[in-house]
């Protein structure tokens, strides 16, 4: 498992795809899977970056790697902002239009149906949200 520790701040959205592109070239990841785990990590990251620190500054510790026996590819992403377990939201109706719809909830919704695993643990002071998707 390689790991990173950046700001939570969308301004370093390179940095963790960058980390997600090294790790994919391991095994390496076919287009279609690590294509779905970007936009995963991506809405997570942004997530936690607009909404774990109240718009305080605060840091993003993320994980990759390949595991085997299924071939997966896990992601962890931990912050240390105030507790929010995303999974624990009612999942979004997405037969409403999006005028009926209310705002938020696409994008656990999103990642909770391109993800093969996805688990919320509260640990102390840190929020960790572990991905797999199988590759």
Known sequence: MKWIVTDADVSEMDKVNELIGQVAEEKPVP???LMQIMLAVEELFVNVAHYAYDGKPGKVKIGAGIESAPAAMKIII???GKPFDPLAKE???VTLS???RPIGGLGI???R???DDVRYERDGDTNRLTIRKLI
């Open 113 to 115: 149906k391109t993800m």
């Open 98 to 100: 999006a005028d009926e």
């Open 78 to 80: 931990e912050d240390m």
């Open 109 to 111: 919704f999103l990642v």
């Open 91 to 93: 999942e979004a109706d």
């Open 31 to 33: 287009p279609k899977p």
